[in-house]
């Protein structure tokens, strides 16, 4: 074991040298032949090497995980990277083998590695990731205890647009179905910072091109905010999202963001320097003046000998005139060491993050619990409306969080009788928010009011046909009130187009069975089979019905 980790050492140098291998013909090389210093240096940055094909800087690997007892391997084949699953007969769970080809990559590998893999036109996360600190192979530190194979982790708009260049809307129904490649090109390229190009580029460098350094407030921040603030929940605005952004944007014009009054934001949660810094001293004494490119540049990271002086001046530039500020701690010249202390992270893929909030005190910081109340604010204390807010609690109940269930519904039903008398449209105009219909149907449900809930996801799904969770959980109502066959027509769209819905695919199979079709329910099985090879239910299911098919049978005179 010992002897395996040292090879990888010496090898996994490499990875982390690896220049972009498409970089010749990156959208981006044009730019090089005027710009060639911004060009180079930005090419060495992680972000130019967000994500890209799987063969790039690849190394094999294998192991097995002890909680499912699956033996994972990867391995290249005709210059194709490919993942391997094995579990023996008789290890706990029943017997599991094949391959998946992995075609990209995220994550420069800079900290971790995750891999994306497509079914059918649907994307994927792959069940395990590469830890470049550890320097092994492990489960996707989403599935570190699961007892099945993890294989139906969705790679949605959004997750392209922070990782990828010119990321494809899905397609309706699921969030993760491409009609063709999912992004354009692997990297965060000019574009993403500088907007379209075309017009700079027709006229020879001459025509107009967004330089984020004519912007102020909120379009300046946003540039780098787009995919450098997750927040603990994100609202979209009507018919808006992270995909509609584009440089020069508002980006709290698309989507609003929201966390818990009194909560840390860094070294708690990863990609939240921007909510810890607006907690800073130095951000809120420096009178808007303090951004992201305050101390950093967006075309390159100082090299790792630069770096303690690099950040230093950049203190400096505002503390430079304080004799106690440059005379205390002489003997140590790292002032981020003491004033921005690195902290592991809760959410695993981004292991380590360094705090933000640039306290005076570090020891004392770092011995803070993470206490904080239950009430939603948003980030920045901006203005937001009462949908918003109810859609937020909503959202953070639908994480798990059962407290904000209560408040986000009585906020909801107060939004939805608000939508009615718009001041903006005074007759009384249909409803339109299909969200906020979706998610008051979801908090309906579990506060166990279903006629309710089923007459609001009728409303959400009249305004939008393609949300299938709301057609899925819409489907689960349906069956209780014992109206099968409804219930089998929503969950057979919602199988079809949202296969990652693995129960819903279960669901229609019994459902199937139980109005005495079991020829269908094993077809519909097959699927949820396909899509989640490892799926215990539907394959105990599927032993039973191919054993007994006259087990549906009986099932359905019993239910005429
Ligand atoms: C709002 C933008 C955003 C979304 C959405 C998002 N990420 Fe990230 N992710 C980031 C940023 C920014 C970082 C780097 C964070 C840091 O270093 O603090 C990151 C880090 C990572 C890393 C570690 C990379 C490394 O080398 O350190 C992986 C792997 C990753 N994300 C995978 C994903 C996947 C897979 C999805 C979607 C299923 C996703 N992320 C969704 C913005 C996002
Ligand atoms: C992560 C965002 C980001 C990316 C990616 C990015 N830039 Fe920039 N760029 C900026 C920002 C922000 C500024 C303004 C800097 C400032 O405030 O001084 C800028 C400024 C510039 C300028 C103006 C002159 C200068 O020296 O500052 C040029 C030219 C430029 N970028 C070219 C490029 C090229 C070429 C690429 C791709 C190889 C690129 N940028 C990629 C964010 C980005
Ligand atoms: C044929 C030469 C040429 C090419 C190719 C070119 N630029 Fe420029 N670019 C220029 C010149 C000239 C300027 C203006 C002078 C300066 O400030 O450098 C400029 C300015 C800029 C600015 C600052 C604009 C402003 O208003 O301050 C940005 C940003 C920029 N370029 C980005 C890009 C990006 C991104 C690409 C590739 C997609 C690119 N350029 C390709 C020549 C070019
Ligand atoms: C389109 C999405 C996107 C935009 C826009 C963006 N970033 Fe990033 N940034 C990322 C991702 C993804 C990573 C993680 C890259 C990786 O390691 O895989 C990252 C990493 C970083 C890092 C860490 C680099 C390191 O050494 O680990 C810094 C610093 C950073 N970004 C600063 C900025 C700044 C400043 C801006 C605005 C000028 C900006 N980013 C805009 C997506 C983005
Ligand atoms: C844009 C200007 C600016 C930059 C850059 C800046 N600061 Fe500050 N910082 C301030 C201001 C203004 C204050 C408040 C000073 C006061 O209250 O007298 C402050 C306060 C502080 C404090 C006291 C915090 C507290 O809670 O009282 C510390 C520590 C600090 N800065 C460290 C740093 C370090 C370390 C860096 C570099 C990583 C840095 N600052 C960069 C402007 C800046
Ligand atoms: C006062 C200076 C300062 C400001 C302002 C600042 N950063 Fe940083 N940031 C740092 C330092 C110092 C590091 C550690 C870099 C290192 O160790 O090489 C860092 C690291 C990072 C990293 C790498 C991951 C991590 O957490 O170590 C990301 C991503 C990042 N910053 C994003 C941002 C974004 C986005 C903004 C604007 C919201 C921002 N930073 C504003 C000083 C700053
Ligand atoms: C070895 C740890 C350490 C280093 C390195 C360090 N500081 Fe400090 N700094 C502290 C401590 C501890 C305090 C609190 C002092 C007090 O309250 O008596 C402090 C206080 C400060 C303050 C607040 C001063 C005030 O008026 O209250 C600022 C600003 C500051 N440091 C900036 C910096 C900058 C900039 C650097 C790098 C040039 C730096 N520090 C390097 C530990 C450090």
New binding site residues.
């Given amino acids: 074991m010992i002897g395996r980790r040292c090879e990888l050492l010496s090898i996994s140098i490499l990875l982390l040298i690896v220049p972009r291998a498409a970089a010749q013909d990156s959208p ?1 090389s044009v ?2 032949k005027c ?1 060639e210093q ?2 180079d240096s ?2 060495r940055t992680p ?2 090497r967000a994500s890209g094909d799987a063969t790039e800087g690849f190394l094999p690997g294998e192991f097995l995980h002890h909680e499912s007892g699956i033996e994972y391997r990867l391995f290249l084949r005709h210059k194709e990277v490919w993942l391997s699953y094995d579990r023996p007969q008789g290890k706990g769970a029943m017997n599991l083998g094949g391959e998946q080809r992995l075609v990209y990559y995220i994550g420069s590998g800079h900290r971790g590695r995750t891999y994306l893999f497509e079914r059918n036109g649907f994307w994927f996360e792959s069940p395990v990731n590469w830890y470049s600190k550890a320097l092994l192979w492990d489960m996707n530190p989403k599935s570190l205890d699961a007892k099945e194979m993890p294989f139906t982790l969705q790679v949605d708009s959004t997750c392209l647009h922070c990782h990828t260049s010119g990321a494809a809307m899905s397609l309706p129904g699921s969030r993760n179905h491409f009609a063709d490649a999912p992004f354009a090109e692997g990297g ?3 574009e ?3 907007g379209n190009a075309s017009a700079h580029l027709a006229q020879n460098g001459r025509g107009p091109i967004l ?3 004519s912007l102020t407030g909120s379009r300046r921040d946003s ?2 905010l787009q995919c450098h603030l997750e927040a603990e929940v994100a609202v979209n605005q009507p018919g808006r999202s992270l995909n509609s952004y584009r440089p020069g944007d508002d980006l709290f014009e698309d989507v609003r963001f929201f966390v818990h009054r009194g909560e840390i934001g860094s070294g708690r949660r990863a990609t939240s320097q921007w909510e810890a810094l607006l907690q800073s001293a130095c951000y809120r004494k420096s009178a808007g003046r303090m951004t992201c ?1 305050t101390c950093h540049d ?2 390159s990271d100082p090299p790792p000998k630069e770096r303690v002086q690099y950040f230093r001046n950049k203190c400096l530039t505002c503390h430079g005139s304080s004799a106690f500020v440059t005379q205390h701690h002489p003997q140590q010249p790292d002032c981020t060491l003491c004033h921005m202390a690195r902290e592991k992270t809760e959410n695993v893929a981004h292991e380590q993050v360094t705090d933000h909030f640039i306290v005076k005190r570090p020891s004392a910081w770092l011995a803070t619990e993470t206490s904080h109340d239950e009430e939603l604010v948003a980030v920045g204390g901006a203005e937001v409306s009462n949908r918003d807010l109810a859609l937020a609690y909503a959202q953070s109940a639908i994480g798990g969080n059962v407290s904000a269930s209560v408040r986000g519904r009585e906020l909801l039903e107060k939004a939805e009788k608000q939508e009615y008398k718009n001041p903006a449209a005074p007759q009384d105009r249909p409803p339109q928010d299909a969200d906020l219909h979706a998610k008051l149907g979801y908090l309906e449900l579990v506060s166990g009011d279903i006629s309710a809930a089923a007459r609001e996801y009728e409303l959400a799904l009249a305004m939008d046909p393609s949300d299938s969770i709301a057609a899925a959980n819409l489907a689960v109502i349906r069956a209780k009130d014992r109206q099968l066959p409804a219930a089998v027509q929503l969950w057979r769209v919602v199988a079809q187009e949202d296969p990652a819905q693995t129960g819903a695919g279960y669901n229609l199979a019994l459902g199937e069975c139980m109005l005495g079709d079991p020829n269908s329910a094993i077809q519909d099985l097959n699927r949820v089979i396909a899509f989640s090879p490892d799926n215990q239910k539907a394959k105990e299911l599927m032993i039973q019905l191919q054993a007994t098919p006259q087990l549906c049978t009986a099932q359905a005179s019993q239910h005429h």
């Fill in positions: 981006d730019c090089r710009h911004i060009y930005y090419e972000m130019a965060i390229t000019c993403s910072c500088h330089n984020p350094a540039i780098c490119m967006p075309h």
